[in-house]
């Protein structure tokens, strides 16, 4: 129980809050995903949700594929890191997190597949709003990517393939 008690205690600090009451509806409880460890300690209680209850949102979006998008991760989230918080809900095809080309840093999301919409809606609903590697994460389906327009060709060109760049003003 270590590990809850100084996980309140630094809430507390970080909240500039009272001590949290014993009623279940003030409670703020708080769940440690972490790579490190294999199966989370028989001691500690079950995990949950951020903010108190183990209710249903009700405006979620039903899944229609078995893919979902995870917001709210650490830039020090790998794709290793990610597999092993997700894979304990079924079988993983694919864990992605979303990198910047030119720094290599992840940019905060990423994507994971699993074989069957089952296993991805028990992957949300168990890790939606779970802490990971010290950030709170978020799971939602993953959209459709949208389609960009075919490039229109510049009816501006000469025939020749030279195309006419006419500047206004002083660039110097």
């Known amino acids: 129980m270590a590990l809850s008690s100084s996980s ?4 507390r600090r970080l909240l500039g809050s009272t001590p949290l009451s014993s009623s279940r509806s003030s409670v ?5 995903c972490s790579s490190s460890s294999a199966a989370p300690s028989p001691t ?3 995990p949950s949700t951020i ?9 979620v979006p039903p899944l229609t594929t078995p893919k979902l998008f995870v917001s709210g ?15 304990p809900f079924g079988q993983l ?26 296993e991805a809606e028990t992957a949300r609903q168990e890790m939606n709003a779970k802490f990971l590697d ?17 490039p229109q060709p510049d ?7 030279f195309t006419i760049n006419k500047t206004v003003g002083w660039c110097g």
Do not use: C, M
């Not at 703020?28 to 440690?32: G, H, K, S, Y």
């Not at 991760?73 to 894979?87: M, N, P, Q, V």
């Not at 010290?134 to 075919?150: L, S, T, Y």
């Open 8 to 11: 309140s205690t630094l809430l």
């Open 28 to 32: 703020l409880r708080a769940a440690f």
């Open 44 to 46: 500690l209680p079950p």
């Open 51 to 59: 903010f108190g209850d183990d209710t249903e949102v009700a405006n």
């Open 73 to 87: 991760l650490s830039r020090l989230t790998t794709d290793e890191k990610l597999k092993s918080a997700f894979a």
């Open 93 to 118: 095809l694919e864990a992605k997190v979303i990198t910047d080309r030119v720094s290599g840093r992840s940019k905060g999301f990423g994507f994971v597949r699993y074989a069957s919409l089952e």
């Open 134 to 150: 010290g950030w709170v994460i978020f799971v939602d389906p993953a959209k459709q990517r949208e389609q960009k327009p075919a």
């Open 155 to 161: 009816t501006a060109s000469s025939h020749a393939g």
